[in-house]
């Protein structure tokens, strides 16, 4: 029997970096050294929205979910002893995009690095962030123009480096249906692509060279079929599009480049050793069809749903992947599902429906329009909303969560404080006082960067025009200038933007009818507003400090309203004191504020403090989000009258347990209602 030719596995990557960039180079150099093939960078929220350590609204997050980046002197400590032109680099950043390619690109010149040679991605997709993710910065219109230069310059200077990938990820987990993420993905290409080419940037022939290098970066759920057509349904979707709109005749160019980190928002907190074998099922989907196979793949590990994975646990996700490459006989046969009526049937279902969506898309003036206009962020508070649903009735089911709930003692889970890795408190102080000794001897040996103040003025006069902004963006890069230094100056300029919430226009995803539990709650809401002598209970739901995850939020605040609670949402990135301000000018009964990014454990008791403070103590605090057990134990002692995390799925019941926190507070008798 003759060997088969194996396909050369895809890219292996481990989504990383955390408290500060030695701690993360460290890290890198250990994931390289067990066989990861490419890095692939989380940087910290500051560094994310445009924030440097000592900003007010950096409290708490700094190197919790990412590296913190600050500065060129940042950069080239990530990267020490790490050589640029051999790696293949992806970097998680969308709103201060072109800040960190710029930096990347400076540290790589002071390595001997020929710029042209570097590979890799800054994912720069900053529809998502206005949707999903809410690390956005500046309006639609400026945030599309610094994607716009990012992709010309790198086009002419970087020609093998991805200046955006299209990333559908963070929409699956904002609550998107398959169809749905197709055509957001789609319409945002087709917007980025369109400004692209009316930008006079980029001359007509070489467009080819621009599409060749939109790279995409989606999600792979559990219903795995599914998942597969989906990934072939993009593929013939983008080949239509660069085809017919673009006129893009080579079909290397047209060919659908895609990475994925499989879905985080399945992963459960109850029975979390159940995420193993979903992280396989999710990766095979992107994997077993070799025409619509990802160019890199990376897993999250199983305890993600419990707080920050340790190197064990991201080596474990590393194996997973290299036991299927490696051991399995996968890469050695062609498409699996050439010929397949079952595929066939479903990937033209997808791409019917994905490019009818897409056509509504188009009709409102494309994706950016439709972002402003807030129908893209309600459509997806509504699929998520009906997705809690139909988790919370039992007609979808989760093993460990809502079905086959019993369970023999986890010894992965014994202890949990030891479970997951934990980021030292002490870490944001050295980050501050670091910045400031930057700040203090950036122009002198052995740095000797000019000062950054020039640098800064010919950004912004750069921003007021229509040139091309990376070269300015470089010099600032070279003159020592910071995160926030060079966010702050784009800020005077192009001004900041909030996005829509979509709670206010998402529509009943539960019945209320008589027997309930939705019914259940709403008399109890209506009783106790009664005994409060008000006309509604009014519930404030806050996102204190960067995370701007706020899926969580947005269902706790759409059940709230439709129990009947009158509900304030101002949206995401607000400081504890805006919160309390809220509270107070609003009247409110009840404030929940909720966390992903592990800046609990300060803003929470900051928010009780200014609560009591201004003689408001009386005002229940509730908490939610990826809060590991001790952490909880600390809120309750500091104050916080309940704690919820991801394994409180019951959404009508956390509503229930929040009218009960309001009648203890105002010494109310319990209410014999079922909830």
Excluded at 212 to 223: E, H, K, L, P, Q
Excluded at 271 to 294: C, F, G, H, Y
């Amino acid at each position: 029997m003759t060997e088969r030719q194996k396909d050369r596995p895809w890219l292996m990557r481990t989504y990383a970096g955390h408290s500060t960039a030695e701690a993360s180079n460290e890290l890198y150099r250990r994931n390289l050294a067990k066989g990861q093939t490419g890095l692939s960078v989380a940087f910290d929220l500051p560094t994310q929205t445009g924030y440097d350590p000592d900003h007010v609204l950096a409290r708490g997050e700094v190197g919790r979910v990412g590296v913190p980046v600050s500065h060129i002197g940042d950069m080239r400590r990530l990267f020490q002893d790490i050589p640029l032109e051999q790696m293949n680099t992806s970097m998680t950043i969308n709103a201060t995009a072109m800040w960190l390619l710029a930096l990347y690109q400076v540290v790589a010149e002071e390595q001997g690095a020929d710029i042209t040679e570097l590979q890799g991605t800054t994912q720069n997709d900053i529809v998502k962030e206005y949707l999903s993710r809410g690390t956005h910065v500046f309006p639609p219109g400026p945030s599309l123009r610094l994607t716009t230069d990012m992709i010309a310059y790198t086009v002419s200077h970087m020609p093998k480096w991805n200046p955006i990938n299209i990333c559908s990820y963070h929409l699956q987990e904002a609550g998107a249906t398959p169809v749905q993420e197709i055509a957001y993905a789609m319409s945002t290409a087709i917007s980025v692509l369109d400004a692209v080419r009316d930008s006079g940037q980029v001359p007509p022939e070489r467009m080819g060279d621009v599409v060749g290098r939109i790279s995409f970066f989606v999600n792979a759920g559990v219903r795995f079929v599914e998942e597969m057509c989906k990934m072939r349904a993009f593929g013939r979707i983008w080949d239509r599009i660069t085809r017919e709109r673009y006129g893009i005749e080579n079909p290397k160019h047209r060919r659908f480049r895609y990475g994925v980190q499989v879905n985080s928002l399945g992963l459960t907190e109850a029975q979390p050793e159940n995420n193993v074998q979903r992280i396989v099922l999710e990766m095979l989907a992107v994997t077993l069809s070799k025409d619509a196979r990802a160019r890199a793949v990376q897993l999250p590990a199983w305890n993600e749903a419990l707080g920050l994975p340790r190197p064990w646990d991201q080596q474990w996700s590393l194996r997973i992947q290299q036991v299927l490459a490696y051991e399995s006989d996968l890469l050695e046969y062609g498409d699996l599902f050439e010929g397949s009526t079952v595929v066939e049937a479903k990937v033209e279902e997808l791409v019917e429906a994905s490019l009818a969506e897409m056509g509504r898309i188009e009709e409102m003036g494309g994706a950016m329009a439709a972002v402003e206009s807030g129908y893209l962020k309600s459509r997806l508070v509504s699929s998520h909303a009906a997705r809690r649903a139909r988790i919370e009735s039992g007609e979808e089911k989760i093993i460990g969560v809502n079905a086959f709930e019993g369970t023999e003692p986890n010894p992965l889970t014994a202890d949990l404080d030891t479970a997951i890795q934990t980021v030292d408190p002490a870490v944001e102080a050295r980050v501050v006082e670091a910045l400031g000794r930057w700040r203090d001897t950036r122009y002198q040996p052995p740095f000797n960067h000019p000062r950054p103040c020039k640098a800064l003025e010919a950004l912004k006069e750069a921003a007021k025009g229509d040139g091309n902004l990376m070269e300015a963006t470089l010099e600032c890069a070279r003159a020592g200038a910071t995160t926030g230094e060079w966010a702050g100056a784009l800020r005077e300029v192009f001004g900041e933007y909030r996005a829509p919430t979509g709670v206010s226009s998402a529509p009943f995803a539960v019945p209320a009818e008589a027997g309930s539990a939705l019914a259940d709650v709403r008399r109890k809401v209506e009783v106790t507003a009664r005994d409060l002598g008000v006309g509604k209970l009014r519930f404030l739901v806050g996102k204190p400090g960067l995370d701007g995850h706020s899926n969580g939020a947005e269902q706790i605040a759409v059940r709230a309203r439709d129990a009947g609670f009158e509900v304030v949402y101002q949206g995401i990135r607000l400081t504890p004191e805006q919160i309390v301000d809220a509270a107070l000018a609003e009247d409110v009964h009840a404030v929940g504020l909720s966390i992903l990014s592990g800046s609990h454990a300060q803003l929470v008791p900051d928010v009780l403090e200014r609560l009591r403070g201004a003689g408001a103590a009386d005002i229940p605090v509730i908490a939610g989000g990826i809060i590991p057990n001790a952490d909880a134990e600390q809120l309750r002692a500091a104050g916080v009258a309940a704690v919820f995390t991801p394994k409180d799925f019951d959404i009508t019941g956390i509503i229930g347990r929040i009218v009960d926190e309001i009648r203890t507070a105002n010494k109310l008798d319990p209410l014999e209602v079922p909830a």
